[in-house]
Antibody, heavy 111, light 112 residues
């Protein structure tokens, strides 16, 4: 069945780079796009970006200068990298494909 | 970017009652292909969001017919009839017609 699972560090220091991995199963990355969405504690959902089946990407304009999404189709993995992290980037980060969502990974930005 | 204005922020309801949530977009959500990519999600406490309605009015698999979506252009509504305990949580609209995609700020459906 279709599954997505996020992984990455739970704690990142301010000004550092966040690297997350979304490992998918049950479908091919060349057939379905994958998006990243985040949610600060107690707040709403923020769409971050998407990688399409052909490998092209689109980003939230507010994050575009700091955000990069890439993939390794052979490993069924999608990667999120975001630099210059600040405390406001503390959130649960989800990867999603259409109706399927991962469980999310909580990332805290703190020294 | 398209701004999604979702109201109300909080919606107290009685079990068995009806709820209505509005989502208005700052520009038309009709895609050049004629489709309207407005979707509704429910997020229960401690869980990932789950898709309820896609493309305005299509119930996702397994979603009870108590949930209905309607609207066009810039004005959309999610209605829940005969509210049950498992319906409580945070509701979000999402537009994916334009990039970047944008969510509404959310509506908390809670018991009166």
């Amino acid at each position: 069945q279709v599954q997505l699972k996020e992984s990455g560090p739970g704690l990142v220091q301010p000004s550092q780079t966040l690297s997350l991995t979304c490992t998918v199963s049950g479908f091919s990355l060349t057939s379905y796009h994958v998006s990243w969405v985040r949610q600060p504690p107690g707040k709403g959902l923020e769409w971050m970006g998407v990688i399409w089946t052909g490998g092209s990407t689109a980003y939230n304009s507010l994050l575009k200068s700091r955000l990069s999404i890439s993939r390794d189709t052979s490993k069924s993995q999608v990667f999120l990298k975001m630099n210059s992290l600040q405390t406001e980037d503390t959130a649960t980060y989800y990867c999603a494909s259409d109706q399927y969502w991962g469980q999310g990974v909580m990332v805290t930005v703190s020294s | 970017d398209v701004v999604m204005t979702q109201t109300p922020v909080s919606l107290p309801v009685s079990l068995g009652g009806q709820a209505s949530i509005s989502c208005r977009s700052s520009q038309s959500l009709v895609h050049s292909n004629g489709n309207t990519y407005l979707h509704w999600y429910l997020q229960k406490p401690g869980q990932s969001p789950q898709l309820l309605i896609y493309r305005v009015s299509n119930r996702f698999s397994g979603v009870p017919d108590r949930f209905s979506g309607s609207g066009s252009g810039t004005d959309f509504t999610l209605k829940i009839s005969r509210v049950e305990p498992e319906d409580l949580g945070d509701y979000y609209c999402l537009q994916s017609t334009h990039f970047p995609n944008t969510f509404g700020a959310g509506t908390k459906l809670e018991l009166k």
